[in-house]
């Protein structure tokens, strides 16, 4: 099952799959690491529509809510522990 970036509540941990977004904004997130395969973790969502902290690769990187539904993820849950 593949889900929106978006969708993951905090705690919970996906593997990007799939990058759908404009060929620009793939290229900005496949400098910083952000590729298919990679591991993410939802930290939290900023109030009122702000955007989302997510860890990936020791970095926490802080993404719109639209560029995050463009992300899908296959899911892996909850950390042990939280």
Do not use: K, Q, W
């Amino acid at each position: 099952m593949r889900i929106g970036l978006n969708a993951l509540h905090p705690g919970e941990r996906g593997r990007v799959e799939t990058i759908n977004l404009p060929e620009e904004v793939c290229r900005s997130f496949y400098r910083l690491g952000l590729t298919e395969g990679t591991r993410v973790r939802c930290l939290r969502y900023c109030p009122l529509g702000g955007p989302g902290l997510y860890l990936m690769r020791g970095t926490v990187l802080a993404l719109r809510r639209e560029d995050s539904a463009g992300i899908l993820v296959a899911p892996d849950g909850l950390l042990p522990g939280e």
